[in-house]
């Protein structure tokens, strides 16, 4: 499975930040299966933001939950994720990455800047 995030490099403080990972070599309704996103903020380590499992069922941080969503596009096996009132803090490198178990695999992006300007 391959996995390509896309969306703006820069986005303004108070904005909604939206990105899109696109998925190859596998499908999102897979069952079972997981569909993610993490990030990594400058110097820090690797932060869990959400889940979309196969059935299209939502899980999130509880520290991030009030700001996040994640939906998905069937039709062009794509997940996305929203985070809304964007801050300086929310600075990072955003993944998305999945997990199936039919075969059995793990797989990442390569991830992608995302910068908030104050």
């Known amino acids: 499975v391959q996995l390509q995030e896309s969306g703006p490099g820069l986005v303004k403080a108070s904005q909604t930040l939206s990105l899109t990972c696109t998925v190859s070599?596998?499908?999102?309704?897979?069952?079972?299966?997981?569909w993610n996103w993490s990030r990594q903020p400058p110097g820090k380590g690797l932060e869990w933001i959400g889940q979309?499992?196969?059935?299209?069922?939502?899980s999130y941080s509880p520290s991030l939950e009030s700001r996040t969503s994640i939906s998905r596009d069937t039709s062009k096996n794509q997940f996305t994720l929203q985070l809304k009132s964007m801050t300086p803090e929310d600075t990072g490198v955003y993944y998305c990455?999945?997990?199936?178990?039919?075969?059995?695999?793990?797989?990442w992006g390569q991830g992608t800047q995302v910068t908030v300007s104050s």
């Open positions: 990455h999945a997990w199936s178990k039919s075969p059995p695999s793990r797989s």
């Open positions: 070599g596998g499908s999102i309704t897979a069952n079972p299966s997981g």
């Open positions: 979309l499992d196969f059935s299209g069922s939502a």
